[in-house]
């Protein structure tokens, strides 16, 4: 299986020339399939999906296809399964964590997986990238007094009775994405980061929006024109935590 697991997309040369070698040709001889669902639970999502589409479309790909996975329970597969046979690139694009969750369990989606990264190429965005990894972080004793996802490391909540925190557990370590983009998710310095691998049994990616992860058959490689950091569990037990308080 093959991964290019981003922050923010395909933000500098590095990045995309990852995406050209993963796939073994240009963007432009190679079709895709761009999946928004989650960015539709956040507020005014459309608007941001309509900007994506168009980033998308700027891209050059031979053929570009979506996929709303809001829709599937209600189509017969043939509708809409070739098109994801037929792709080269899987790209699933942030939003709601949570809310994506539930739609790739609730869609059938999860079961399908596996089986189209035998020949595509997954590339995820914040929330679709996180999608692969081992597991989601969400507030436990709040999903349990009140049944809502609640990520209180980016302030995010899935809406009421579609929010889920299961992942598709294809690679064995965790991503916290938009390292340092302060302004729009204030916890997210590496101080405050260091603390929340604490919290987690396996390695943890922090990566910039100028940082993806490549994974190829369980072996990772860092892609970075910006910042990122590796918090592995043995390193965290020894070292003492910074603090930014």
């Known amino acids: 299986m093959k991964f290019l697991l981003t922050s923010a997309g395909l933000t500098n040369t590095s990045i995309r020339v990852a995406l050209e070698d993963l796939l073994g040709k240009p ?20 608007g941001f999906v309509w900007n994506e589409l168009r980033e998308q479309g700027e891209l050059g790909w031979q053929e570009l296809g979506m996929l ?47 089986r189209l990264l035998s020949k595509a190429v997954y590339v995820g965005v914040s929330a679709g990238s996180m999608m692969v990894t081992h597991s989601l972080h ?13 990520d209180d490391e980016y302030n995010e909540a899935a809406p009421p009775n579609a929010g889920s925190n299961k992942t598709l557990g294809l690679v064995d370590f965790v991503i916290r994405p938009h390292l340092n983009l302060v302004e729009y998710f204030p916890n997210l310095t590496l101080c405050y980061l260091e603390r929340a691998a604490s919290r987690v049994d396996v390695p943890m990616y ?3 929006d100028q940082t993806a992860i490549q994974v190829v058959d369980g072996k990772v490689v860092v892609i970075s024109e910006g910042e990122w950091k590796l918090f592995e569990k043995e390193q965290r037990d020894k070292e003492e935590r910074c603090d930014d308080e």
């Open 27 to 46: 963007i432009a001889s190679s079709k895709a399939v761009y999946i928004p669902t989650a960015m539709y639970a956040n507020p005014g999502g459309s």
């Open 68 to 114: 709303e996975l809001t829709t599937l329970p209600s189509l017969p597969e043939h509708y809409w399964l070739p098109s994801l046979e037929a792709a080269d690139v899987i790209w699933v694009g942030g939003g709601n964590t949570g809310y994506l969750s539930y739609w790739v369990q609730a869609s059938g989606f999860a079961q399908r997986v596996p």
């Open 138 to 150: 969400v507030n436990l004793s709040e999903l349990k007094e009140t049944g809502m996802y609640h």
């Open 206 to 208: 922090a990566i910039d």
